[in-house]
């Protein structure tokens, strides 16, 4: 049971636009930033968004971030096949004291 | 260019401990921290801790409290992630993943360490 919640699976066409929600609560997502990572299965994640809506060198513009509240999302415009991986979102909670991860999002580029 | 480089794949007998190394290039390695997380075959990413190497304080995840252990050796650039008390539900791979600033994202992962627990 992960502290974030991801929807389990996500799916779009090749062009599309997919979002990919993450739930929170004010001990993390509420009082901190939120960070995205992709994950091509049997590789390492790859940061994605970090500070909730900014993208590093690399990552196209296709991938944008927000969040709202106790909440965030990750949307992925012009979707391509080569985006088909998981997706987990990530923010420290305090009342945890350490990072927590959503449980992770399988997208399929169909 | 940033490198985490790890140490390679442990098969371990249940109650025994495991070490984990993962040696950094590329930067200043005493200036971030250095997280562990690990994730178990077919399942979510699971944060385990930190280290700073500058300092050598740690923070580790409740659930591993007790049993793992996060140090460093700043001369080679190299950070360790112990774990004891094995069992097989320990079987999974072991990422190192470099903390950038106070916003503390993870910039930077290792390769990964299978650690496989069997009898």
């Known amino acids: 049971q992960s502290v974030l919640t991801q929807p389990p699976s996500a799916s779009g066409t090749p062009g599309q636009r997919v979002t990919i929600s993450c739930s929170g609560s004010s001990s993390n997502i509420g009082r901190n930033t939120v960070n995205w990572y992709q994950q091509v299965p049997g590789t390492a994640p790859k940061l994605l968004i970090y500070?909730?809506?900014q993208r590093p060198s690399g990552v196209p513009d296709r991938f944008s971030g927000s969040k709202s509240g106790t909440s965030a999302s990750l949307a992925i415009s012009g979707l391509q096949s080569e985006d088909e991986a998981d997706y987990y979102c990530a923010a420290w909670d305090d009342s945890l004291n350490g990072e927590v991860f959503g449980g992770g999002t399988k997208l399929t580029v169909l | 260019q940033v490198q985490l480089v790890q140490s390679g794949a442990e098969v371990k007998k249940p109650g025994a401990s495991v070490r984990v190394s993962c040696k950094a290039s590329?930067?200043?390695?005493?200036?971030?921290?250095i997280n562990w997380v690990r994730q178990a075959t077919g399942q979510g990413l699971e944060w385990m801790g930190w280290m700073n190497p500058n300092s050598g304080n740690t923070g580790y995840a409740q659930k591993f409290q007790g049993r793992v252990t996060m140090t460093r050796n700043t001369s080679i650039s190299a950070a360790y992630m112990e774990l004891s008390s094995l069992g097989s539900e320990d079987t999974a791979v072991y990422y190192c993943?470099?903390?950038?600033?106070?916003?503390?994202?993870?910039?930077?992962w290792g390769q990964g360490t299978l650690v496989t627990v069997s009898s």
């Open positions: 590329g930067y200043t390695f005493s200036n971030y921290d």
């Open positions: 993943a470099r903390a950038y600033g106070s916003q503390y994202y993870f910039d930077y």
């Open positions: 500070s909730n809506n």
